[in-house]
């Protein structure tokens, strides 16, 4: 192939040499009709007659120092009427085309702003006859300048970057951040950070291209490629205390990447804090203690705890259900392992009332009248108070009225424990009943013979009467016993059970003697016992 010397030389060869030819032909012409054009008008005459476009002959871009940017280059030459001055022109559809720099042979210009891949550039040549010549080219832009990373920002909670890239027409394709080797799944978009499709990053300002290869906004500034951009990805797993790494790589869409890397000094270098909701003194019902976790860093993982130095459970409920002073130790860990310091809660608990000591039923004889004084003791003793109180319906002295009365007692502990329990007092009247055991009289009806058999065989009948005079009443009443003279001997079964006599009153009692067959009379001995109202006994020996 030609080099660009040696190509130019060629073309003016062969411009010579087309002029020469094209020269003879004239002078022929001219000959046959000279009077019409002389020979000292052959300039003229190409003029008239040049209808052949300029030649372009070859089309060259070449990247230059800065990515996106292109010097194109397009040779050419006219054996006519030669090229019109600054006639020449290089375009390119989808970049900016400036600094052109233009001979009769030659044009050179840059161009700018221009994605990766391919892309097609168009030469234009008018001659002075105004004959258009063309020729199409392509090329490919290649991006070989990786993203710069600006700044990396890293807390236990985020990792923030910042990034541009100088040459964007490629654009960015992916920014990977990891930490410790963890990537983080961060939510990026490609397509610049206000949003364009475009690939590149745009600020608030208002961009203008120059001839110069930068772009220039309205502050005054120049910036040379695409403008610094970034976003936050945060870190959704928990960090230990210590240190780590973070690695950002920025990629763009045509393969170029960079590295950089940070340090997170810290993490979560502080134990979650538990509390308890014991209740403070002493209970009286079942307790339930709730064990609270809080951990500002990378949170509570588990609370155990141990009851009364048991086996220790994962939990953050107790359930205390017996009698005494229990004892709770508990502590909880975050998830990146940190463990609080035990703590402890006293949960105390009494639902057991006091014991209570009272008498028992018991009866008192009346003194005064229809009434008595009743001397009784009643105390009560608690697991945690010790003695306490008793609280009775009467208390120890009062006088009672006749009969049964029943004392209400209660005893109830600091804790609100109550105890209940009651006793009676019975007030009795005593005194000697005035009980009489009175024999019948001779030849009265209340001595007989119940029926034939009796009579065969000897057995008499003999009815007595029980009085109680004025005296007190008479509670259970009997005959003891009952004895005859003159070999006469009594049949029924002795003691007889006779019942209470209240006083004034009477009834009669029948007792049956075997009397012999020579025995026309004889004397009965009876004894009769009886009780008054509180329990007392009285003998009556012999009633006549």
Not at 32 to 37: H, R, Y
Not at 146 to 161: F, G, H, L
Not at 450 to 475: E, Q
Request: aromatic share 6%.
């Amino acid at each position: 192939m030609l080099n660009r010397e040696q190509h130019i030389k060629w073309l003016s060869r062969l411009a010579a040499l087309s002029a020469a030819v094209l020269l003879g032909l004239f002078l022929f012409a001219g000959t046959a009709s000279a009077d019409v054009l002389s020979t000292s008008d052959t300039s003229l005459a190409l003029l008239g007659y040049d209808s052949s476009p300029p030649l372009v002959t070859s089309v060259e871009a070449s990247e230059t120092g800065y990515e996106g940017t292109h010097t194109l280059e397009a040779d050419f030459v006219d054996v006519g009427s030669d090229v019109e001055p600054d006639a020449e022109s290089i375009s390119v559809p989808d970049a900016l085309v400036w600094g052109c720099q233009r001979d009769n042979r030659h044009i050179k210009c840059s161009a700018s702003n221009m994605k990766s891949g391919d892309h097609s550039m168009h030469v234009s040549v008018k001659d002075k006859a105004g004959n258009w010549g063309n020729r199409e080219g392509r090329f490919t832009v290649r991006d070989k300048v990786a993203p710069v990373i600006d700044s990396i920002s890293a807390s236990s909670k985020s990792v923030t970057v910042k990034y541009h890239d100088p040459s964007p027409s490629s654009g960015i394709a992916s920014v990977v951040v990891t930490v410790d080797g963890v990537k983080l799944n961060c939510d990026w978009n490609s397509g610049g950070c206000d949003g364009d499709s475009d690939g590149y990053y745009h600020d608030s300002y208002d961009r203008h291209h120059k001839s110069d290869g930068y772009y220039h906004d309205d502050d005054g500034d120049d910036h040379e490629g695409s403008d610094s951009s970034g976003y936050t990805c945060p870190i959704t797993f928990p960090l230990t205390c210590g240190s780590h790494q973070v690695l950002v790589t920025v990629t763009d869409k045509a393969g170029n990447s960079t590295t950089g890397t940070a340090t997170i000094d810290g993490g979560d270098c502080e134990p979650p804090v538990t509390t308890d909701n014991a209740p403070a003194g002493w209970q009286n019902t079942d307790v339930s203690v709730t064990l609270s976790c809080t951990d500002t860093g990378s949170g509570c993982a588990s609370t155990t705890y141990e009851l009364d130095g048991g086996a220790t459970v994962t939990g953050n409920t107790v359930s205390i259900t017996t009698d005494g002073i229990h004892v709770i130790t508990y502590r909880s860990v975050d998830a990146v392992g940190n463990v609080e310091t035990t703590r402890s809660a006293t949960v105390m608990i009494d639902t057991t009332p006091p014991e209570l000591t009272l008498p028992g039923d018991f009866t008192v004889a009346a003194t005064e009248g229809a009434s008595a004084a009743a001397i009784f003791s009643a105390g009560a003793t608690d697991l945690v108070d010790g003695t306490v109180p008793v609280n009775c319906s009467a208390a120890s002295g009062d006088l009672f009225p006749l009969g049964s009365t029943t004392v209400d007692c209660s005893a109830t502990d600091s804790n609100g424990n109550t105890a209940t329990g009651s006793f009676v007092v019975t007030v009795c009247q005593s005194g000697r009943p005035a009980i009489d055991f009175i024999c019948p009289l001779p030849g009265s009806p209340d001595i007989y013979w119940k029926d034939r058999a009796h009579y065969d065989a000897r057995i008499l009948t003999l009815r007595f009467s029980l009085v109680n005079g004025a005296g007190p009443d008479a509670y259970n009443v009997k005959v003891t016993g009952s004895t005859a003279d003159n070999g006469v001997t009594a049949v029924t079964p002795i003691p007889i059970m006779v019942g209470n006599l209240a006083s004034g009153a009477s009834l009669g009692v029948e007792i049956d003697y075997h009397v012999p067959v020579n025995v026309g009379s004889f004397t009965v001995a009876s004894t009769v016992c009886a009780d008054d109202q509180c329990g007392t006994t009285y003998y009556y020996p012999e009633i006549p």
